[in-house]
């Protein structure tokens, strides 16, 4: 009979995700990973068979995540508010830096985007949508949720040049 889980999966990754912030994603180890979360390397290793497994479990979770914001963010205008809107949902409910650095999870932003973009904005070939994801992965490498944020509204300022700036409230 197994020995039963005394952390569960959900609290390995959200220990991933910190160590991951913390240390990097490139350079974190199962180490790292166990001694955050209080296990042995070998028990991370029986359960996600090695570090690629564990980063693809991280990165599962934040597209599963992601998928939900992007439903319970419904569609019900188009232009930079509500862009900002999605982009604000985003940022209080993930690890963005995590989640810029995932392509998988990258493109399915941009999805996000492109989806809240106006008619003049989309018929530029994604470019806004482009722009703005190069903000995000940029700004998440160099600050917290308040600075994306602010970087974010900055970047729809400068595209949407010439709108009311209430648009941006």
Same mark, same amino acid.
Request: with cysteine; hydrophobic share 45%.
């Given at each position: 009979?197994?020995?039963?889980?005394?952390? #569960?999966?959900?609290?390995?990754?959200? @220990?991933? %995700? /910190?160590?991951?912030?913390?240390?990097?994603?490139?350079?974190? !180890?199962?180490? &790292?990973?166990?001694?955050?979360?209080?296990?042995?390397?070998a028990a991370l290793i029986q359960r996600f068979a090695n570090k690629a497994g564990l980063e693809k479990q991280v990165a @599962? #979770? =934040?597209?599963?995540?992601?998928? =939900?914001?992007? @439903?319970? #963010?419904?569609? !019900?205008?188009?232009?930079? %508010? +509500?862009?900002? $809107?999605?982009? &604000?949902?985003v940022l209080k409910g993930l690890e963005i830096s995590l989640l810029a650095a995932d392509a998988g999870c990258a493109e399915?932003?941009?999805?996000?985007?492109? @989806?809240?973009? &106006?008619?003049? #904005? %989309?018929?530029?070939?994604?470019?806004?949508?482009?722009?703005?994801?190069?903000?995000? +992965? $940029?700004?998440? !490498? +160099? =600050?917290?949720?308040?600075?994306?944020? $602010? /970087?974010?509204?900055?970047?729809?300022?400068?595209?949407?040049? =010439?709108?009311?700036? *209430? *648009?941006?409230?």
């Amino acid at each position: 009979m197994p020995r039963p889980k005394l952390v #569960s999966d959900t609290e390995i990754l959200d @220990a991933t %995700r /910190r160590v991951m912030l913390r240390d990097g994603a490139e350079r974190f !180890t199962l180490a &790292d990973v166990a001694r955050e979360v209080g296990l042995s390397r070998a028990a991370l290793i029986q359960r996600f068979a090695n570090k690629a497994g564990l980063e693809k479990q991280v990165a @599962a #979770s =934040g597209l599963d995540a992601l998928h =939900g914001l992007i @439903a319970a #963010s419904p569609i !019900t205008n188009k232009g930079p %508010r +509500q862009v900002i $809107g999605f982009l &604000d949902n985003v940022l209080k409910g993930l690890e963005i830096s995590l989640l810029a650095a995932d392509a998988g999870c990258a493109e399915v932003l941009r999805h996000g985007i492109m @989806a809240r973009l &106006d008619e003049p #904005s %989309r018929v530029r070939g994604g470019e806004v949508a482009d722009m703005l994801m190069t903000v995000v +992965q $940029g700004a998440a !490498t +160099q =600050g917290d949720r308040d600075f994306v944020a $602010g /970087r974010l509204r900055l970047a729809l300022r400068l595209i949407y040049a =010439g709108r009311p700036i *209430e *648009e941006f409230a």
